[in-house]
């Protein structure tokens, strides 16, 4: 009996340590690994940060998601981290290396002036779901709908992003991205923490 009470004693706090981290990981905040150079460089390749599930998603928040069935190519457990521009309702532009929200030109402070010119490229979400065939030929979206996101690469020059596969439904995002102050440099973690409005 008082070895099954001494095994008990250190079973019971394993069991609740385990429910406690399974409930953190499932309604507060995962670890997540970002993969590729889409958003340099303000995260880097194979940088480790966080994202916090119960954050609101704003304009300029980065949020992680999984991208299988809103990007054709992903396959099945692949997530993208992206930035969000555009909310339910915005219209969304891009003309000479500006993105216009709302026919309001948003700071990219975020970038250099050759990371927003360089492969950015000029359009409307009109004219993206007509060159890249978004939707199934449905009608043409001119602002983006309920319950969606569009988001782009920080590096827009080699980012797979809603200008090539369409937008983001709500339902899919996982969190919104945080750096830990102990990763990264003051510059970059601000441009990932601080910008959403």
């Not at 499932?26 to 880097?44: A, I, Y």
């Not at 919104?176 to 003051?186: E, I, R, T």
């Amino acid at each position: 009996m008082k070895a099954i009470k001494e095994v008990m004693s250190w079973i019971i706090p394993v069991i609740i340590g385990l429910a406690i981290a399974f409930a953190i990981k499932s309604f507060v905040f995962t670890r997540v690994r970002v993969d590729g150079p889409s958003m340099e460089p303000n995260l880097q390749n194979n940088e480790k940060v966080f994202a916090w599930k119960q954050a609101k998603v704003k304009h300029l928040s980065v949020i992680v998601f999984d991208a299988h069935g809103e990007d054709p190519s992903a396959k099945a457990n692949t997530n993208y981290v992206k930035r969000v521009i555009g909310l339910p309702g915005d219209s969304v532009t891009s003309k000479n290396g500006y993105i216009y929200v709302n026919h309001k030109k948003i700071k990219q402070s975020f970038i250099s002036k050759s990371e927003r010119t360089s492969g950015t490229g000029n359009w409307t979400l009109a004219s993206l779901q007509k060159t890249q065939k978004w939707n199934d030929g449905k009608a043409i979206t001119t602002v983006v709908p309920k319950g969606k996101y569009f988001v782009l690469g920080d590096h827009r020059s080699v980012s797979n992003d809603s200008r090539y596969w369409g937008f983001v439904d709500k339902d899919k995002v996982l969190g919104v991205v945080k750096v830990p102050f102990w990763a990264s440099n003051k510059t970059r973690r601000a441009n990932i923490n601080s910008l959403a409005y």
